[in-house]
């Protein structure tokens, strides 16, 4: 495997780090003043050059609730 560009390693650690932190990327990219687009693009554009993207953190949806009679 070629090494990283200084580019897509700037990319894939941040993408990395906010996995890590199990943040979603919208909530990532503010906190580190990030343009949401160009990471979500680099996310796409590393996955299509064959290198291994860490998968997103997405917050569950739904919250179980237990009810009692």
Not at 23 to 38: I, K, T, V
Not at 44 to 60: E, I, M, S, T, Y
Request: hydrophobic share 45%.
């Amino acid at each position: 495997m070629n090494e990283l560009t200084s580019t897509q390693a700037f990319w894939l650690g941040h993408l990395f780090h906010a996995s890590s932190r199990q943040l979603p990327l919208s909530d990532y990219a503010q906190e580190q003043a990030l343009d949401l687009a160009a990471l979500l693009a680099w996310e796409k554009r590393l996955v299509v050059q064959g290198l291994p993207v860490p998968p997103r953190h997405r917050p569950a949806r739904f919250v179980a609730v237990e009810m009692t009679p």
